[in-house]
């Protein structure tokens, strides 16, 4: 079965009285190991339905299924569970400028109360699958975006995920870098056996990564396919 299934994804927001339908009726499906890219321009929806996936964001309506699992239906302690099989990569790299390299990486482990001993066995598994093991007691301000957003990838991979999440994960990074992050990331899918699913307002990391794309606007999927289906067409 697929590792993301989305059916009829409705999510309304109330803004002073009038409302907007961030989702109007989604539906996906993300096969196993494949990385698949939502793209479209800023307000179509790409956001909340990201963040339907572990539920950061509820939907009004619809069903949100992770590797077989009916996320709606989930108790807390379950969904905590859950959550930690879904990795997330953020824009702006979300990490604690107080912290070193290690310590960002360990932060969510720490939250989800995983033994000292076992962080540092995490931390040391992730650093060189990221080619960061000479920064681990670099702090954030000393390194490059591109080093950056290589912690927060390793921050995602350290609880083991079987899916990662990638909220425009390159956006804040020059071409250059963007490439390399976008190559790692698809060489940890091969490597890790990953399912990825990633959005993004640039038809240009499409190109360079997915394997397949759906195409939002005003909430809705306009349409989906294969890259080359997609976007060749006249
Ligand atoms: P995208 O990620 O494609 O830019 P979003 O999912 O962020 O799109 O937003 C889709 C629509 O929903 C936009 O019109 C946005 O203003 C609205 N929206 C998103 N989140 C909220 C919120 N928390 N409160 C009110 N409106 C929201
Ligand atoms: P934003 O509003 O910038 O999108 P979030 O609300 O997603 O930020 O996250 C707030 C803070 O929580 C971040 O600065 C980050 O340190 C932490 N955080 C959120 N999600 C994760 C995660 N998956 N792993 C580690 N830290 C996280």
Same mark, same amino acid.
């Given at each position: 079965?697929?590792?993301?299934?989305?059916r009829?994804?409705?999510r309304?927001?109330r803004?002073?009285?009038?409302?907007?339908a961030a989702l109007?009726?989604?539906?996906?499906d993300?096969?196993p190991?494949?990385?698949f890219?939502?793209?479209g321009?800023?307000?179509?929806?790409?956001?909340?339905?990201?963040?339907?996936?572990?539920?950061?964001?509820r939907?009004?309506?619809?069903?949100?299924?992770?590797?077989?699992?009916?996320?709606?239906?989930?108790?807390d302690?379950?969904?905590?569970?859950?959550?930690?099989?879904?990795?997330?990569?953020?824009?702006?790299?979300?990490?604690?400028?107080?912290?070193?390299v =290690?310590?960002?990486?360990?932060? $969510?482990?720490?939250? !989800?109360? +995983?033994?000292?001993?076992e *962080?540092?066995? /995490?931390? &040391?598994?992730?650093?060189?699958?990221?080619?960061?093991e000479?920064k681990?007691?670099?702090?954030p301000?000393?390194?490059?975006?591109?080093?950056?957003?290589?912690?927060?990838i390793?921050?995602a991979?350290?609880?083991?995920?079987?899916?990662l999440l990638?909220?425009? =994960?390159?956006?804040?990074?020059? $071409?250059?870098?963007? !490439?390399? +992050?976008?190559?790692?990331? *698809?060489?940890? /899918?091969d &490597?890790?056996?990953?399912?990825?699913?990633?959005?993004?307002?640039?038809m240009?990391?499409?190109?360079?990564?997915?394997?397949?794309?759906?195409?939002?606007?005003?909430?809705?999927v306009e349409?989906?396919?294969?890259?080359f289906?997609?976007?060749?067409?006249?």
């Amino acid at each position: 079965g697929a590792a993301i299934r989305l059916r009829d994804l409705v999510r309304r927001f109330r803004v002073r009285g009038s409302v907007t339908a961030a989702l109007d009726g989604v539906s996906l499906d993300v096969a196993p190991g494949e990385i698949f890219g939502i793209v479209g321009r800023s307000g179509a929806g790409k956001s909340t339905l990201i963040r339907c996936v572990n539920l950061l964001e509820r939907p009004d309506s619809g069903s949100v299924e992770v590797l077989g699992r009916d996320m709606l239906a989930l108790d807390d302690a379950a969904l905590r569970e859950a959550r930690r099989g879904i990795g997330m990569v953020f824009q702006h790299f979300n990490l604690l400028s107080s912290r070193t390299v =290690a310590e960002n990486i360990a932060f $969510p482990l720490e939250v !989800a109360g +995983i033994s000292r001993a076992e *962080r540092e066995a /995490r931390v &040391r598994e992730v650093l060189p699958l990221v080619g960061l093991e000479g920064k681990r007691d670099s702090y954030p301000a000393q390194l490059s975006g591109g080093q950056k957003q290589r912690v927060g990838i390793a921050r995602a991979l350290a609880s083991r995920p079987k899916i990662l999440l990638c909220d425009e =994960a390159t956006s804040a990074l020059d $071409p250059e870098i963007t !490439a390399e +992050i976008l190559a790692l990331i *698809r060489s940890l /899918r091969d &490597r890790l056996d990953l399912t990825v699913l990633l959005i993004t307002h640039e038809m240009s990391v499409v190109k360079q990564i997915c394997d397949r794309v759906a195409v939002m606007q005003s909430g809705r999927v306009e349409e989906q396919g294969r890259v080359f289906d997609v976007f060749t067409r006249p």
